[in-house]
C-alpha cells in the first residue's frame, strides 16, 4: 500500500513554495488601475506585450510599494532597458491608435 495516497503525495512533508510566482493576490484593488491600463494595452496592440511592458512594470512596481510582491532590482525582471512613459506620452500614443 502507498503511504500518499493517489492524490496528496507524502502528507507527512510540508510543502515548500516557490521561491517566485507566489503573491498576495491585490483583496483591495490597490493596483487595479495599472492592471486595467496594462490590460487595456494587450487588448488595443492585439496582445502584442512588447508594446506594453512600460505598463507591466508600472504595475510591479506598484505592487511592490503596496508590499504586494516583494521589493526586487527591476533590472532583474527583465525591465532593464524599459523607460518610464510620463502621462502625456501615454496620450499622445492612445490619441494616434483612435
Do not use: T, W
Amino acid at each position: 500500500m502507498s503511504s500518499g495516497g493517489a492524490f496528496g503525495g507524502n502528507r507527512g512533508l510540508r510543502p515548500i513554495p516557490p521561491e517566485k510566482g507566489i503573491f498576495p493576490l491585490d483583496h483591495l484593488h490597490e493596483c487595479d488601475a495599472e492592471k486595467k491600463e496594462y490590460l487595456g494595452c494587450l487588448k488595443s496592440s492585439a496582445h502584442k506585450s512588447e508594446q506594453c511592458r512600460h505598463l507591466s512594470k508600472k504595475y510591479l512596481q506598484c505592487r511592490m510599494a503596496k508590499n504586494l510582491m516583494a521589493k526586487q532590482d527591476m533590472a532583474e525582471l527583465g525591465f532593464s532597458g524599459v523607460k518610464e512613459l510620463d502621462s502625456s506620452e501615454d496620450k499622445n500614443k492612445e490619441s494616434i491608435q483612435h
